[in-house]
């Protein structure tokens, strides 16, 4: 009989999973050190000399940002089709107002806005992890020239409390008003508290003429949150998106009219938003935003002819009549300086804008001295440690500086205007070079380090290889397997010592020779490489262990085939763009070996068995599967279903209504009902599951057009105290309740019939365990479903139904297996017979483990995988709503990770006094999950899948090592001491 591995056992276990955790995150790390490159920050501040900036045009400026300000929110020329919530603002002055498309680079995340609005830098894939943990910004940028001038000695501020993070002594302490920025529920307070803030300090400004020294500011940040937070509450299309944008322009109205002749007026949006409202990616709609501004005071365009056409790009946005006059939105950055009297903060890669500049004398000199600070940052960079980037650029780099300085002239003082042709030619060639450089460093920090990413592909094929000899020992030595973990661990730590001595003494023999590679990413390969590679050697080599009992069957080549295609579909971009109708054609896939082994099953029994539960699953899969959310890509071939439409970020109100009965209903196939699981399942998963779906269902209403605004709040703090409750009760009880709680069995004692005529003292009564052939699985499949209640989502609701018939048609194929065992038994004597765990319980397959590795993954995508931080929590909220963003992110794969140990629990009796071994197949599940490696691909398919893989590969290891060290590690010591089985 099988049995499976005590609290000893178990350390064994948990100290394996924790170190292929640590391989595999050596691995990824080594991987993102090469891929996710982070730019070089100079230290250098520009100085503010007669040389570096150009006369002010105005002493004052007011900068309001509104957050996500999509570019048609504003556009003149609507695109079509029109929407009826977004407006217009148009500019009538072509000499005081100017309106410009701007283009926001990647990743469009406010923190990395904010950095390219005052830096003039470009980001890269490694800023978008510091968003929601700012820090300040030690770079040369515009706040800091403000705070070293002078002439802006009271700076102002309010709004998005991001500023305060990044720039935390560059305001005038009585002049700031932050408001936290994720609460993304919140739509108006933010803005309201900024307006407030706002207007009465710009009515206490003294008459015009006061010098500006005098004034209550010199400059002022008003950083507006509310549409933001309407397209990731509602989306763009919405009523409230009409109303937000009608209350910022009835604000921006009331700006212009305190605006004063010295001071320069800038709007802008950071970042733009897709259909849904979200933002961070690279698509058109989200890097599509605004900047717009407007000087009461002097004219910024004085010359009546036309620019060249070389600095008026144009662009069109999609659906748009007309093209825009479009932008770098890091031109801002030299423009606003140069306007402001102050030098272009020296890491700048922007171009000032010409429009601003068109006056006599002006644009020449702005482009000179533009061109001269980039020339600057470039010879700093060179001269950095990371100087050898620019290498391959640099000699065009020189050419086009040297051509743009020799045809530049004196600019005369007054009286002269730009239409020379001298004057023409330096303009066009200073201004090609400014974006010749941005178009260098902007491919430049897209490059990846190959040698780095060699260097953790590496470790992480060795992990698969020595995964994969690790599952084929411990499915050879079950009777021994702590004996076989033992070993492993043992190679694993030589490997992992001898290794890093190796790499340590070849980095100091080499010194600078080693190029880019640090020591310490040396040192990191060598004891990752060389433990994963002696811990394969120990599985390969010749050892005591028993031949392998099963051969490359049907099964485990078709899962390996499965594996194989889904590894080798990241090689595509087509792949991975529909790897969510990918998943359930190969999940399907697997299903053929049971459907094509039932009709030979022994008994009609089992093969209804081997037809209903795996066509059970199908039906589950497809129906999984028409829950989506489509890609940018998928259009017009994909129609989104998880939310009510493509624009309206809630859930379709037919699958709310269904998920009340699907929730009311679930787990009733499940036959393991005895002991705890009726009062857990009636009352404590029912409960949690209609909480769930009501949770959704408030916040749905929360969004009808027809509810009166002003009960918003109370349903708020409704669905706040609902979902805290449930997380509370869930997750505290629910694990409580599990750990203290009985094996799921009934006992009872019963008569036979042939002893019913004999006297009531002579009858011999025997004693009936109901529930102990499953006592294993039901008892552990509660300790999944306490995780599994903290969502009432139709698509959990198959999930569980999925999983229940795979693991039923598990059980039904090694029934059929240990019968055709007996018969080759009965027919043939001489033909070995299993023995010890083999006779007992077949090793879990590949298959069925591959199975429900794919399993989590269409879970994942049939869930949206959209995260949310605010489940029962108003505000952000550390360490809970960081939590709550990856369980809601990744959670599909964590459940599933969950769940492999009822492969080796389900239907599994056990065993009284014997010492026949333990069954220990999780680490399988890891060796399923660990070949989610990717190729390089451009950064908007292949950055993203792979951030993806390595959390999840992370979260499936830290999954496993709940399932064995908490959920297996109780249900097996439960169990031992109610029956008195051996460990």
Request: overall charge neutral; proline content about 8%.
């Amino acid at each position: 009989m099988a049995r499976l591995p005590l609290l000893s056992g178990h350390v064994l276990a948990l100290l394996l999973l924790v170190y292929l955790t640590l391989l595999h995150l050596s691995g990824l790390l080594l991987f993102t050190r090469g891929f996710l490159l982070s730019r070089l920050a100079l230290p250098n501040i520009a100085p503010s000399t007669p040389n570096t900036t150009l006369p002010p045009t105005h002493s004052r400026a007011i900068v309001i940002i509104i957050d996500a300000l999509r570019w048609d929110f504003l556009a003149p020329s609507p695109p079509a089709p029109p929407s009826p919530y977004h407006h217009n603002l148009a500019a009538h002055d072509p000499s005081r107002a100017f309106l410009f498309h701007s283009y926001s680079d990647p990743p469009t995340a406010t923190l990395q806005r904010l950095k390219g609005l005052t830096t003039g830098s470009l980001p890269t894939f490694i800023d978008i992890g510091s968003n929601f943990h700012s820090t300040s910004i030690k770079e040369d940028n515009l706040i800091l020239q403000l705070a070293s001038s002078p002439r802006f000695g009271r700076r102002a501020f309010m709004g998005d409390d991001t500023w305060l993070s990044i720039y935390p002594d560059s305001f005038t302490p009585n002049l700031t008003s932050p408001y936290d920025s994720f609460n993304v529920e919140d739509l108006h307070t933010v803005d309201a508290g900024v307006t407030s803030t706002l207007l009465p300090l710009l009515s206490s400004q003294l008459p015009p003429g006061t010098p500006a020294e005098s004034q209550p500011f010199q400059f002022l940040i008003a950083h507006y949150l509310g549409v933001d937070h309407v397209g990731h509450r509602l989306g763009p299309d919405h009523p409230a998106m009409r109303a937000k944008l009608l209350q910022m322009d009835s604000v921006l109205r009331q700006v212009v009219a305190l605006l004063q002749e010295d001071t320069l007026l800038v709007l802008l949006g950071d970042h733009g938003m897709d259909p849904k409202g979200d933002h961070g990616g690279d698509s058109v709609l989200e890097v599509s935003t605004t900047t717009f501004l407007y000087s009461l005071g002097p004219a910024l365009r004085t010359l009546p002819s036309p620019l060249p056409a070389a600095l008026t790009p144009h662009t069109t946005y999609p659906g748009s009549p007309s093209r825009a006059r479009s932008i770098q939105q890091i031109d801002l950055v030299p423009s606003l300086s140069l306007l402001l009297g102050l030098p272009i903060p020296f890491n700048n890669l922007g171009s000032i804008i010409p429009e601003l500049f068109w006056r006599p004398g002006a644009l020449e000199s702005a482009l000179r001295l533009n061109a001269q600070q980039v020339w600057a940052f470039l010879c700093a960079y060179r001269e950095s440690g990371s100087g050898k980037e620019l290498d391959d650029a640099w000699d065009g780099l020189e050419r086009a500086y040297v051509t743009a300085k020799s045809v530049g002239r004196p600019v005369p003082s007054s009286g002269s205007t730009d239409g020379g042709e001298q004057a023409r030619i330096s303009i066009n060639m200073s201004f090609a070079f400014v974006r010749q450089a941005l178009e260098t460093c902007r491919a430049l920090w897209a490059q990846f380090d190959v040698v780095l990413i060699s260097l953790g592909l590496a470790v992480l094929l060795l992990s698969c290889l020595a995964l994969g000899g690790l599952y084929s020992s411990l499915a050879r030595g079950r009777a021994v397997w702590e004996e076989v973990v033992r070993q492993a661990l043992g190679a694993a730590l030589g490997g992992a010592v001898l290794g890093g001595a190796l790499a340590w003494g070849a980095g100091r023999a080499l010194g600078p020779e080693a190029g880019k590679i640090g020591l310490q990413e040396l040192v990191l390969f060598g004891a990752s490489a060389g433990s994963a590679l002696l811990l394969l050697l120990t599985t390969v080599l010749p050892n005591n262990l028993p031949a392998p009992t099963r051969k490359w069957d049907f099964d485990s080549l078709l899962a390996a085939t499965v594996v194989a295609l889904h590894a080798a579909s990241f090689t595509s971009n087509s792949f991975i763009l529909w790897e969510d109708h990918v998943v359930p054609f190969l999940l399907l896939t697997l299903l053929l070996p049971t459907l094509l082994r039932a009709p030979s099953a022994p008994t009609t029994h089992l093969q209804y068995r081997l037809l209903g539960f795996p066509l059970l699953l199908a039906a589950c899969i497809r129906l999984m599967s028409i829950s989506t959310v489509c890609r940018e890509e998928q259009h017009p071939n994909c129609h989104v279903t998880f939310y009510a439409s493509s624009t309206l970020p809630v859930s379709p109100q037919l699958v709310l209504l269904l998920a009340l009965p699907s929730a009311w209903r679930v787990l009733q196939i499940s036959k393991s009902d005895r002991g705890l699981a009726p009062l857990f399942l009636e009352y404590g998963l029912r409960a949690s599951l209609l909480a769930g779906s009501a949770y959704w269902l408030i916040e749905q209403l929360e969004s009808w057009r027809g509810l009166n605004p002003a009960r918003i709040p109370g349903l708020k703090d409704i669905r706040m105290v609902l979902a805290r409750v449930v997380l509370s009760c869930t997750l505290v009880g629910g694990y409580s309740t599990w750990a203290l709680a009985p094996p799921c069995v009934e006992m009872r004692m019963s008569e036979p019939e042939g002893e019913l005529d004999k006297p009531p003292r002579e009858r011999k009564r025997q004693l009936i365990v109901l529930g102990y052939t499953n006592s294993y699985g039901s008892l552990y499949l509660l300790f999944v479903l306490v995780f599994y209640a903290l969502t009432g989502q139709v698509v959990m609701v198959l999930f569980a139904v999925a999983l229940l018939s795979h693991l039923e048609t598990t059980d039904s194929v090694r029934d059929v297996e240990m019968l055709d065992m007996s018969a080759i038994a009965a027919l043939d004597p001489t033909a070995p017979a299993p023995t010890g765990p083999q006779r007992a319980y077949p090793a879990p397959k590949m298959v069925e483990i591959v199975l429900l590795a794919l399993l989590g993954h269409l879970l994942f995508f049939a869930t949206g995988h959209q995260a949310t931080a605010f489940i029962g929590f108003k505000v952000l909220t550390y360490p809970y709503s960081a939590i709550l963003v990856v369980l809601n992110s990744v959670g599909a794969l964590f459940l599933s990770a969950l769940c492999v140990p009822l492969l080796a629990m389900w239907q599994v009796s056990p065993v009284l006094k014997t010492q026949e071994g333990r069954v220990y197949a999780s680490v399988g599940c890891a060796a399923c999950a660990a070949w989610l490696r990717r190729h390089l691909m451009v950064w908007k398919v292949f950055a993203p899948r792979f951030m993806l893989s390595g959390i999840t590969l992370i979260v499936i290891d830290l999954g496993l090592i709940l399932a064995v060290g908490v959920g297996s590690a109780v249900t097996s010591n439960k169990i031992r001491r109610m029956f008195g089985t051996a460990p």
